[in-house]
């Protein structure tokens, strides 16, 4: 890490992205991001810690059992609770809740568009009423950038429109150039302001564009121009096919820069995950581990299982020896469901962290095939065995 | 432990109490339970499992930062779920739900009769429906024996009338000697049975008599005279009043064989614990430190804290460094307001496993007093600590 002085007092280290390994059959590569707060190598999972937390799962088990290398915040969830003033006396986010790896936030735009009727977009930016108590608020650009500074994430991302899917061709490329516009916007006020905290932070662009292949070449190119140490590949995986995500997806990796690492948000499925690390994307969030942990949905080494089944009621096999890490390996298949059928918070507790366990082990294989160079066939496997309903 | 051998192949070991010191100032003990499943040191709380779960805390929590040496499960919820079939398949609930240590079944009385309308008591037993799926079911005292040997709890509890508070008298009485010729039922059928595994179990008989002094010095007698392995006492703890518990609990502790561990059921506060400490109790459980945690509020060193109070928002501090373990010493007051106000599942996890590591800190705390004489003024001030509210 760089770094320079800015300011009389305040000193900025930039991110480094360090590329490893290119597979030779594939898109696929193998790096390690650099931030203040530690390493990431890449390919890698981000858990989803909306609120601060990763839904149901210790800090401890986050960082020993799942082995994350970095967590997401929501800036719309924290900004509205616990708020800014707590987070700030806190001393970031990091001190707040006790994860002192790396973290990205969101913008909080696409919280916001969730909200439907009790939100307005406007050139100016978002007006909202909260969920939690109905009060409005004002998200822009420049606020979003404040808002992000003040949590302190390591990686912040640019405030943008993320269009639903189907969406007209004429509101996509309405709104891209909005995003675009936003984006300027958003790096004229990160690059005028200062961390708030002592430890770096960096701002990734997001590509949009929907699934028209030439609004999504002119916003790469718009994206990559800006320079920025990572870049980001947004509206993907909100409802369409799966070859348009992946074709949408290697046309975006295949113009942004192959020095900085590349982030498809809000993907996916472990087949998904696998597919899009084939294309050239580094880094993946997604709520489905955790989300489909709570309904007792799980992903293995072998396949997905629906722990509610009667076929695992007395299977007192662990649950997934292969991948290691306490709960998969200590508590059976037929505990699990019968915790799961009683409604006990201890089931979704397991599914969660053994769901987590596992995307980790897959993006840690996945690194390690690249590495080796096997990754294109490996991938093919893997991608079978993890699309099999057990 | 001795060991005599029953029948062809099956042995069992008699469980065994050793009563290591006793408070000069008041009738608080000191000693050592020895099961097949590992030694209990008392006096000891014993966290309740009720489905084969302590509720939102995971086993290695339990051991290895709760320190629990033994912990409850509810016959009334196993048996209903996961049921009997699945149970012996695993082997015995320690085997099912991975705890290693030993663990004491309730008869599942209690629970029956708080279905209200939805059971009917006989001289033969309960005949009750589920509240799963409403189908009718049958407890006699010899039924409640077979299953909790399935079960296969280290300690097995009588199958007795838990009276409800007000009592009048003739019901009390009545009830007392139903309880009673129960008991001889549960003894009788017991003693005629083996343990389904290879480890031995013993009966505990149950004092009633509601807050009725004679009724209570009857039934403390006629429990006493059956010469088990321990002794536990009920119908405490269930709305009357704290002088009531502790005269009736004194009452029957001066009966009870001193050279017997006495089990207090369902208490109770930190308050009640202590003083029924000193009353001669070696054995406590309650639903209270889980229960009120998922509400938020907590029981530490200091005193009683409700989470949800403004004055936490922005208290960086441990939850309660004095007691050690993980959660107390790790998250903040402020970051635990944030997850109980938002009603995070990772708020109910800390709260529960804080709880319980403060009970267990507190007997542990009570026993070294007692060890080192100093037991009763260490109560006297720590009453005073534990029942202020912070």
Redesign the interface.
Known sequence: MGVIRIGPTIFAAFMDFSLQHTDPKSKARAGVVTTDHGQIETPIFMPVGT???V??????EIKEDIAAEIILGNTY?LYL??GL??IQ??GGLH????WDRPILTDSGGYQVYSLGDNRKITEKGVRFKSHIDGSMHDFTPERVMDIQRVIGADIIMAFDECTPYPCERKYAEDSMHMTHRWLKRCIDHFDQTEPVYDYSQTLFPIVQGSTYPDLRRQSAEFIAEQGREGNAIGGLSVGEPHEDMYAMTELVCDILPKDKPRYLMGVGTPENILECIALGVDMFDCVMPTRNARNGMLFTSEGIINIKNERW??D?SPIDPEIGG??ST???R??L???I??K???G???CSVHNLTFYLWLVKQAREQIKAGTFASWKNQMVKKVTTRL
Chains 1, 2 share one sequence.
């Not at 839904?55 to 401890?60: G, L, S, T």
């Open positions: 609120a601060g937390t839904k149901a799962v210790h800090q401890r969830h609770r616990p003033e707590v006396a806190a001190k707040f809740n006790g009621k007395s007192f306490y709960v200590f508590y059976t037929a505990y469901r019968h915790l059928m009683s006990e918070m201890l979704a507790q397991i």
